[in-house]
């Protein structure tokens, strides 16, 4: 069956706890072979583990001291201490009489012990047997106890080669924390790559077996896209930097300019999107996992990115619908304003049947309805250039969807700042009233706040002072009801402009930081993120030891999501909800989206 | 191959399968009693005729095709991620322990615990509700600290064996483990 054969051909095998085996009593059929011919196992033993790892079988005829030459070339090159940890036979027929040939080769390549597995044809169970050598002389020892057992484990190489284990470790912290033979293993294999490269093809002294002995895989495209990848990176590179010396001139480093880039959305997206470039397109190659990983979750992010924003402008610019959506704008942006001047107008007669302070109300109606006109003289101001701008800015989404959704987040930012002015001011006035009551209050009874001690102290206020504050207070008093009012519609409605604003930074952050590479990886080829193995008992003749076959237990999607998550500029909100409702009843002004990058309020 | 009949904490009739493959290698299969198909049946009917009923008020075909999508999509996420058809706990002496809960559409997941993380396998009691119920557990240990456990796994989960069940399991795998100590 050449299925079969085929996927057996890259399974090799991983020695684990040697002590001479007891027999065990099944006889059951045996599910993978290894059908290299006779040779010597190369390998590596696990420090502080009773086990060895077998990466390849040299075949006869070899020459000893080439084998150890090319031994010692392939450990200073990997750094993995490659040795020869024994011999392997299948005897075909003709080829008895190998138990001397292999006692002689033990005392050619000395060893601590010297592993024989051997096969025989028409069984398909592997004998071993461990070989100590005490001095010079070799014994075979069996102990008659039956105490010690001899695992055989099979695993794929290539998979186990290409695979990573998880949770990631630097190389440089293996001395701090003792490594688990399995993370061991898998390093052992990972790093012996180049010991995969000699194939049977190659006219060499050796003859090697491995899961690549039949050729070399490449792939044309994966190789052409690596050469072509370095002049690409180099240039892009250098556009890079000419936008960091065009965004390094003076002028934009005045306050006004760097207060106003830091607000909009749009400027702190490119800004983003600048810094990954440089890390994707850096023409160093990425040194470890993570980094790699971290470089292609960005590249892949922003090609898919890139699409939607080229699908989205696709949309808009095919029926001229960016025209139709222009023609829109000023109408919305009128009647929005019409709405609010009703609202105002409600506010100045008897909202909800309430009765307002007629003269404060007057005068706040009337100061706010002057500043809603004043809105709207500027917005007809405007209306002509309004297509053609949002024809060009429609363009920008071909820079990214991201782009195309702060830009909207920055007009609806723009088109409602009367609405987040309304909110200020009548923030301000309540907070001044609410403080102003409090003092007041405190005055009432007697008391004063402590600036020194933080505290509140009993005061013996004058006569006058009294009846001022007294007074002051009353007034302060009847008119919290009409201020309170203002406050509260207008917060209202910065809320809902937050909100909205809210919901596009959070798909905007969702898209930066979804690692889809990895979801990709972990879908198409899921050995390469493994969270641990899986062993599965090979039915086996008695005789033999017990036979495992190792399969990589691949990461849950959960845990890729959390590994691997670009981190952001999150968006989160900076209060929990205490602190924030404490801070509407007070009066503050909210910030709900705070950068982290921001440092001062 | 040892099969035996046990019950589990509600009064459900397990059994418990123990395979020996070698001296230091076993392993206990706990299979639960498999999906009924009188339940199915019930809950399919109840559902249907809820629907019918509200159909008849308001006479809106999407309230039928919404009942069938919802019983065939709570079919299919039962039988993937909830009904457990059976466990397996594989022990093999110097190298670890590994837990498989099988599900009843096939899917395996899986999980090794090396033998140097492993302090011991004990059975616990536990106050759950108005009863005491004792469960099979693997208490973990970072291997830089060998006297504190530092977790807790417990073992067959969905079965919920019954004490005598446990005492078994629990007596092989402490042969086991005093080997390769």
């Known amino acids: 069956m050449p299925a079969l054969v085929n996927a057996h051909r890259r399974v090799n095998l991983l020695v684990v706890g040697y002590r001479i085996r007891a027999t065990s009593q099944k006889s059951l059929p045996f599910k993978c072979c290894n059908t290299a011919d006779s040779g010597l196992l190369v390998g590596r033993w696990i420090p502080g583990h009773n086990s060895a790892v077998v990466l390849a079988v040299i075949h006869y005829p070899f020459i000893p001291g080439q084998v150890k030459k090319y031994l010692s070339e392939l450990q200073s090159q990997t750094q993995v201490d490659l040795t020869v940890l024994g011999s392997w036979s299948m005897p075909k027929e003709g080829q008895e009489g190998m138990d001397s040939f292999l006692k002689d080769l033990s005392t050619i390549f000395p060893q601590k012990c010297w592993l024989q597995l051997s096969r025989e044809i028409g069984k398909r169970g592997f004998t071993c047997q461990v070989v100590q050598n005490n001095g010079r002389l070799l014994q075979e020892r069996e102990q008659k106890n039956g105490d010690d057992k001899i695992i055989l484990i099979h695993y794929d190489q290539r998979k186990v080669m290409l695979s990573q284990l998880h949770p990631v470790q630097d190389v440089g912290q293996k001395s701090d924390v003792e490594a688990s033979e399995l993370r061991l293993v898998f390093q052992t294999v990972a790093q012996s790559q180049p010991l995969f490269f000699l194939d049977k093809y190659d006219d060499g002294p050796l003859k090697l077996s491995h899961w690549q002995s039949e050729g070399r895989e490449a792939s044309i495209i994966a190789e052409l896209l690596k050469q072509a990848s370095v002049p690409v990176c180099i240039f892009l590179t250098w556009l890079l930097s000419l936008w960091h010396w065009l965004c390094s001139f003076r002028i934009l480093h005045l306050p006004p300019v760097l207060f106003i880039s830091s607000k909009l959305s749009t400027c702190v997206q490119s800004v983003y999107r600048a810094v990954h470039f440089r890390t994707v397109f850096s023409p160093k190659k990425a040194a470890t996992h993570v980094e790699f990983m971290r470089k292609a979750n960005i590249f892949v992010s922003f090609l898919v990115d890139i699409a939607l924003g080229l699908l989205l402008i696709s949309w808009l610019y095919r029926e001229n619908r960016i025209s139709k959506l222009a023609d829109t704008l000023v109408p919305v942006a009128d009647r929005v304003a019409k709405e609010l001047q009703e609202l105002l107008e409600w506010l100045m007669g008897a909202p909800a049947g309430l009765k307002m302070n007629r003269a404060l109300d007057q005068v706040l109606g009337r100061f706010f309805l002057y500043h809603i006109h004043l809105w709207i003289s500027y917005i007809h101001l405007m209306s002509p250039f309004i297509e053609r701008i949002l024809w060009y800015v429609g363009l920008s989404a071909c820079l990214g969807l991201t782009f195309a959704l702060s830009v909207l987040s920055d007009i609806v930012a723009l088109l409602t700042f009367h609405i987040y002015c309304f909110y200020v001011y009548g923030a301000r006035l309540y907070c001044l009233t609410i403080y102003g009551l409090s003092s007041l209050w405190r005055l009432f009874r007697g008391k004063k706040w402590n600036v020194l001690r933080q505290r509140v102290d009993s005061c013996s206020y004058d006569l006058d002072q009294l009846f001022i504050g007294t007074l002051l207070f009353t007034i302060l008093l009847f008119l919290l009801p009409t201020t309170a009012l203002y406050y509260l519609v207008f917060t209202l409605l910065r809320l809902v402009v937050v909100l909205f604003q809210g919901v596009i930074h959070l798909s905007v952050d969702f898209i930066n930081s979804f690692p889809l590479f990895a979801i990709g990886l972990r879908i198409c080829r899921p050995y390469r993120l493994a969270e641990g193995v899986k062993f599965n008992v090979l039915c086996q003749e008695p005789g033999t030891p017990l036979h495992l076959m190792m399969e990589i237990n691949p990461l849950k999607c959960s845990s890729v999501l959390q590994c691997y998550r670009t981190p952001t500029y999150s968006c989160y909100p900076k209060d929990s909800w205490a602190g924030l409702c404490k801070k509407l009843f007070v009066g503050e002004l909210i910030y709900p989206w705070k950068q982290k990058t921001d440092k001062t309020d | ?181």
């Open chain 2, 1 to 181: 191959m040892a099969e035996e009949e046990f019950t589990d904490i509600n009064g459900n009739s397990i059994s418990l399968d123990c395979q020996t493959h070698s001296d230091f290698c076993r392993e206990f299969t706990v299979t639960s009693p498999k999906l009924s198909l009188r339940k199915v049946m019930v809950y399919t009917c109840f559902v249907w005729l809820f629907a019918y009923a509200v159909f008849f008020f308001t006479e809106n075909t999407a309230v039928l095709s919404s009942a069938i999508i919802l019983t065939l999509a709570g079919m299919m996420i039962h039988i993937h991620f909830v009904k457990v058809d059976h466990e397996t706990l594989l022990i093999i002496g110097s190298l670890g322990v590994q837990l498989s809960s099988s599900y009843a559409s096939g899917r395996e997941s899986t999980i090794f615990i090396e033998m140097n993380k492993l302090k011991d396998i004990v059975i616990n009691e536990a106050v759950y509700m108005h009863s005491i119920i004792y469960y099979l557990c693997i208490l973990i240990k970072d291997p830089a600290d060998p006297e504190t456990v530092t977790s807790v796994v417990p073992l067959f989960q969905s079965s919920n064996p019954r004490l005598n069940c446990l005492v078994q399991v629990y007596r092989s795998c402490q042969e086991i483990l005093a080997q390769s100590r």
